[in-house]
C-alpha cells in the first residue's frame, strides 16, 4: 500500500544517454512534483503538475521533460545527460486540504551519470 | 527572492536531551511553514506544519515554534531517542506559486545512546 512509489530505485548510466524515471500516487491527490537533491542534501522543486497541468517550471534545463499522463503519473525523461545530473530525484504528491500543504514524498531514484 | 536557512548544518544530542533545531526564513509573506524528516536513504517525511497565524503548535514530542517578528521557525524534539537521527529540512510556502515549498539546506541531528 506505498503511497508514492518511484522506479527504478538506482540508475546508474553514461553521459549522453537518455533516461525516464517514473512516479505513481495511490493517495487521490491532484498535483504532483519532481525534486532534485544534490550531494549536499538541497532539496529543490523542480517541476509541479496540478490535474495534468505543468504549474510550477523552475530554471531546469530544457532536456529534462515532465509527463502526466494522469493525475495518479508523474514521470520525469532527461535527455543528453550530464555528470552535474548526478542527484537523488524526489517525487512527490499534495492535496490542499483544511489549510494544510503537505507534500508526500517517494523514496528517491538516485541517478549516477558517468 | 525566498530563501529559507538553517543555523547549524550537525546538531549532536544525547539520548533523552531535548533538541532544538532553527530554521530563519526570509520572505516575510510566507502563509505557511512545515517541518520534515529525513532518514538515510529515505524520502522527506512530514513532521509538523504551522501557518503563520500561530505561533506555537505541539505534536507527539515535537513543538513548532514562529517568531514572524525575526522570521524565525524552530523545531523542539522532547526526550530524543536514536530514531530521531535524520536530516532535517524546514519550508516554507511562499506568496508566490501554486502549492509551492521552499526548503531550507537541513540540519543533521544525531542522537548518541
Redesign the interface.
Known sequence: DTA?SQTPKYLVTQMGNDKSIKCEQNLGHD?MYWYKQDS??????MF?Y?NKEL??NETVPNRFSPKSPDKAHLNLHINSLELGDSAVY?C?S?R?SA??????????TRLTVT | GESVGLHLPTLSVQEGDNSIINCAYSNSASDYFIWYKQESGKGPQFIIDIRSNMDKRQGQRVTVLLNKTVKHLSLQIAATQPGDSAVYFCAEKGDTGFQKLVFGTGTRLLVSP
Open positions: 508514492v498535483t549536499k542534501k538541497f532539496l529543490k522543486i509541479s496540478n504549474i510550477i524526489f512527490a499534495s490542499v489549510g494544510s500543504y503537505e507534500q508526500y514524498f517517494g523514496p528517491g
